[in-house]
């Protein structure tokens, strides 16, 4: 009795202490392991500790809870967990907060009292980050714990692979919940306003562009959650952003035409470079004349209203435009007579020399002074103009000085092709005494170009000035993208490179897609080539061997005086392709008559044997049988498969034995011989039997 008091005491000490060992922070039961699936039931015995552990209210319970049971887990993936303990059957007063950082210093993510059937909790949809650690704190306000709890965790964000060159990108939505809804657009962008990709493809998208991708689970299984309805249920968004790649140009890199091969066979891969990188701006060509046309605008030109020292704002251009290596898509234009594509000052009066780093820089100055837009004739315009084939961007000035009525009067033109032209029709000095600046400069102040007429770009007073000033780009020639590798996965580059050369022999076995790597200024191309194996009744490997190189048995003995004098050569080739191509890297083999025979020879001897059903087939040669000749041959076929042979060294030198008659054969032609006597014998006997008689 007192061993079963002892025993019923130890195991109440044991489970006293399996209770309160998780009522701190720090002893908190780790659940991760249980979380092996998308519904999980967390089954042991929970109870409050007789004395009060550690409590870490960061969600404020109204409550006043005095305790807590904790448990911690690791997110396995991304998604979201719900937590309930609605299926408990005495269905407890819980109240549960899901919370995220350390001991001590948690941040609340939810806190849950009354969301399930009856007084239980449902703590639904809380984020969770993939390798984060998250706690699940019971705490004891109402003083119910629960018998037992259930964690719903599902993987809502899978991977995102962008496409290296055809701006898509695809999500692999296999480990998705069900009924996924996926959507993206612009980041930040508001639920149900994102374009539809639940099919995991995204596309459409816009080069060197960044996108926010967002997935909602909608209603997926309760997992037997009860007192949950759908419309309770869990409709939590992860999202991520990824930026897709820079369009790259399709004439960057051009692989060989897809081709089929037999297994082995080798294959040559090759890739055109073409020059598709713009070359690298140098300078300008600087030309003046005394006058040029004014542009005539496509349509009806943009007026704008300014005033003393004002400016439009960026204006589109319609192209981008190359300034000093740069490029801009708009324009900023300033009543004192100058454009500026950075738009950093519109609104200056001070005529800097070009150049200056005061700004505004980035300037193309038609006649810069402290001009008025509303006095002369009160205009500036914008318009475009076709010049030489191109569609050109105009900025036109009809105004006058501050305070004065000496117009200004001309344009400033911007090409596609990176030229300018500044044409001051008639641009009249400040009280025909002040100075004026005219030219361009760079964004930083620190290059500019002007009428050679005029140094830095300062004109002297005058009454008026007219002048036509063209400024051309010069760049360096265009140049080719830089050849990286072939590889197998261009997610996985380092991995499954397979060669750094171009062109590059490959022999593959099985059906294989290489891709051609190139460096295009920082941005990686690529452009496949598809090899398929072929059909194998297509692809008998080409093979061929010597019977015998040193035969002697079955030679030739041309003079009939016992020797041999050639040995025989049988040559049993596997046919692979015709035709064939023979090469007698060292000459030696003749044929029965001891002709001396050539790559042609050989090759006239194969297409006469060859069958053309694929069977094995023979050639027949000879090499002298005194075992002096020292032969190789080489064969490729119409695969370019190669095979060669040499004889080998030490082969015997054929005895007289071949054409030697057996003892059998001597005694035959010994009895022919001897009738042969005998019979001329008996003639001459007879004839002189009758001559004589």
């Known amino acids: ?105 948690q941040v609340c993510l939810l806190l849950d009292d009354d969301g399930g059937n009856g007084f239980t909790s449902a703590a639904m949809g809380v984020p969770v980050v993939a390798g984060n650690q998250y706690w699940i704190e019971w705490t004891d306000g109402y003083g119910g714990a629960p018998e037992f709890f259930d964690v719903r965790i599902v993987e809502t964000f899978p991977p995102v692979t962008t496409d290296v060159q055809d701006v898509t990108a695809e999500i692999d939505l296999a480990g998705a919940c069900a009924g996924a809804v996926v959507e993206y657009g612009t980041p930040g962008f508001a639920e149900g306003t994102g374009t539809d990709g639940s099919s995991g493809s995204l596309s459409g998208l816009i080069p060197e562009t960044e996108y926010e991708v967002c997935i909602s689970c909608g209603n997926p299984a309760l997992c037997g959650f009860t007192g949950i309805t759908s419309g309770d249920e869990s409709t939590s968004r992860v999202c991520t952003t990824f930026t897709t790649f820079a369009a790259c140009d399709p004439l960057a890199v051009e692989a060989v035409a897809d081709v089929t091969s037999c297994p082995g066979d080798p294959v040559e891969l090759s890739a055109t470079l073409n020059d598709v990188i713009p070359g690298a701006f140098v300078d300008y060509t600087v030309t003046s004349a005394a006058s040029c046309p004014v542009p005539i605008p496509d349509g009806t030109p943009i007026d704008y209203t300014l005033g003393d020292d004002q400016g439009t704002g960026p204006i589109p251009l319609g192209f981008n435009f190359d300034f000093f290596g740069t490029t801009y898509t708009d324009v900023c234009i300033s009543s004192n007579g100058y454009v500026t594509l950075a738009c950093s000052d519109e609104t200056d009066f001070s005529d800097d020399a070009i150049p200056s780093a005061i700004d505004p820089n980035a300037i193309i100055a038609l006649f810069w002074d402290d001009l008025n837009g509303s006095n002369g004739n009160g205009l500036i315009q914008s318009y475009s ?108 580059i380092a991995g499954t490179t397979v060669g750094t050369t171009n062109p590059l022999t490959v022999s593959p076995t099985m059906t294989t897609t290489y891709y051609a790597i190139v460096d295009c200024g920082g941005l990686q191309c690529t452009d496949e080539v598809i090899v398929t194996m072929d059909d194998p009744a297509n692809c008998t490997v080409f093979t061929f061997s010597i019977d015998d190189p040193c035969n002697c048995t079955d030679g030739i003995d041309e003079d009939m005086d016992g020797i041999n004098d050639f040995a025989l050569e049988t040559i049993t080739l596997t046919p692979g392709s015709a035709p064939y191509d023979v090469t007698l890297t060292t000459p030696g083999l003749v ?31 000879y090499l002298p049988a005194d075992g002096s000749t020292i032969y190789g041959i080489e064969i490729t076929d119409g695969n370019s498969t190669t095979v060669n042979f040499v004889k080998p060294e030490g082969c015997p030198v054929c005895p007289d034995i071949a054409n030697i008659p057996t003892v059998g054969e001597w005694g035959l032609m010994i009895l022919g011989l001897l009738m042969s006597i005998t019979a001329v014998v008996g003639i001459r006997q007879r004839r002189e039997e009758e001559v004589y008689g």
Request: glycine content about 10%.
């Open 385 to 492: 103009s076709t010049i030489g084939g191109q569609t050109c961007f105009v900025a036109n000035y009809d105004i006058g000085h501050l305070g004065a009525g000496e117009a200004v009067t001309g344009q400033i033109i911007l090409c596609p092709d990176g030229t300018i032209t500044i044409n001051c029709v008639d641009c009249q000095s400040d009280g025909g005494i002040d100075p004026a600046v005219q030219g361009i400069e760079n964004e930083d102040g620190t290059v500019g170009f002007f009428d050679p007429a005029f140094p830095d770009g300062v004109v002297p007073g005058a009454a008026t000035t007219s002048n036509c000033v063209t400024f051309t780009p010069n760049v360096d020639p265009d140049s080719a993208c830089d050849f990286v590798a072939w590889v197998t996965d261009i997610n996985d």
């Open 1 to 105: 009795m007192k061993k079963n008091i002892l025993f019923i005491f130890v195991l109440l000490l044991c489970f006293c202490n399996s209770i309160t060992a998780q009522d701190e922070c720090s002893t908190a039961v780790d659940i991760t392991a249980s979380l092996t699936g998308v519904c999980n039931n967390i089954p042991s015995p929970f109870a409050f500790a007789a004395t009060p552990g550690s409590l870490e209210d960061a969600c404020g319970a109204a409550s006043g809870p005095t305790d807590a049971i904790w448990f911690t887990f690791t997110a396995p993936f991304t998604g979201f967990i719900d937590v309930t303990s609605t299926e408990n059957p005495s269905t407890p007063d819980t109240q549960v907060s899901i919370l995220e950082g350390g001991c001590g210093s």
């Open 591 to 621: 044929d029965d008559t001891g002709t001396i025979l050539t790559d042609a020879d050989i090759e006239a001897l194969i297409a006469a044997a060859d069958p053309g059903t694929g069977e094995p087939f023979d050639i027949i040669v």
